[in-house]
């Protein structure tokens, strides 16, 4: 490289460090400000409450629309076409069902996590230890796509082929989310969110606009170019690319379908989110907000993702990340003029913050609720037994933030080469097979009890992390986490069409099998207040 390009390629290291310093330093002043309310575990776990819609709505977004989103989606549009398209189309249709059958409901039934609503019939110490359980897992496999997004985008920026710039990213992210929750709990976490939704989205819209100019807003030229750079011809933009080859191929993308459109309903981080406005009626009007702004930025994605194709070439986009995760930074290097131009250097710098400061709030809000999930459901109501005060209970849930971010770095960076949508299609298909059965059988079903709740809980986390641990996202695919060995059994990547009615199932049959009668005076009175919102924390 001469002189010049060495320049260049130092200039937007420097410009994108400083960005990421700007950004992580007033993530910390939040954090600092919000830590002087954190005095009772309702303003650590819920921010008092004091939440309107549309804030609330911003902050959804901004915990929904994350690294898997930004770049993850982009990068397998790019790479895939039409089915890498499925993603956004997913993620956006999933709120429907969070907007028909969980908002409002979760909302009147819980005070701060999903075991509130799931232990409000039944025996606590069974349901919490379970609910307490799938919300961890379900956040660690989150968690690990965040900081997996992190780490590959900072080594893009860096040009560390050795891969020790995404080791130092992962465990840095890993020691800031613990920070932001620690001290600044659900108050400064949903004002970060809240940041960076405005952060993001504005990205997005300019990446569009910009991709859109290069192909004078005709979306015919741009699919085009799309194809014909991606080396697949009219394949790129049909059906079966990724998905088609074969039975298998296609019973892994009805599996992903499933799994992203009932998975966002059981994921903790947005269920608690729910917990931080007034009233039931702000809770649906977040939805509808978020809603609103989600699927904005999903239309958008689907632009970026083919403009990668169209700009970049496949080719280029596999050479720098084989997953496609930096496909959207290589893209804002481009219509900024090229590499090590000017306008390249500040675009990437800019888009790579963006990137980051989604990555930071995310991973803030997934560690809050499963820290809060251990602290309230495990700590408190099983194994103190509800014989403990308030102080005990928040340092439970800084002590556990520091375990759980402990746990999320050691993970993830045994996962640097998977693409991060696929890992949080994962999540979404834990949070499916795992939450969501016992969710909708405590709201809608009379006759359901501790004993189904259990077998929902435990049947549906088992059976997805053993199809998980013995499919070929582990051993035996194109790139297994354990190399060298294939013990897989299992042909597809995504579980959801095989564990989510294992789920169902288990609720069911363990309610039938139990003697145990269900509650019910206690359901008549979870009817009353799900519908009504009377006694509602």
Known sequence: MNPANLAAAGGHRGLTGLLFVVFVLITLGITVWASRN??????????????????NGLAIAGDYMSAASFLGIAGLIALFGYDGFLYSIGFLVAWLVVLMLVAELVRNCGRFTMADVVAFRMSRKPVRTAAGAATIVVSIFYLIAQMVGAGTLVALLLGDTGGSAQTWTIVGVGALM????????????TWIQIVKAVLLLGGAILMTILVLLRFHFDLDELLDTAAHTSGHGQEFLEPGLKYGKNLTSRLDFVSLAIALVLGTAGLPHILVRFYTVPTARAARHSVMWAIALIGTFYLLTIVLGFGAAAVLGSDKIRKSNAAGNTALPLLAEELGGGPNTFGGVVLLAVIAAV??????????????????SFAHDLYTNVIRKEATDEKSELRAARLSAIVIGGIAIGLSLSAQKLNVAFLVALAFAVAASANLPTLLYTLFWRRFNTNGTVWAIYGGLGSALVLVLFSPVVSGGKTPLVTGI??????????????IPIGFLCGWIGTLRSDEEADAAKYAEMEVRSLTGAGAY
């Open 355 to 372: 990137a980051f400061a989604t990555i930071l709030a995310v991973v803030a809000g997934l560690t809050l609720a499963s820290s809060a």
């Open 38 to 55: 954190n005095r009772t575990t309702n303003d650590f776990y819920a921010g008092g409450r004091e939440f309107s819609a549309s804030q």
């Open 178 to 189: 613990v920070v932001y929750v620690t001290f600044g709990g659900m108050k400064g976490t």
């Open 486 to 499: 294939d013990f897989h059994w299992f042909p597809l990547e995504n579980p959801g069409i095989v564990s």
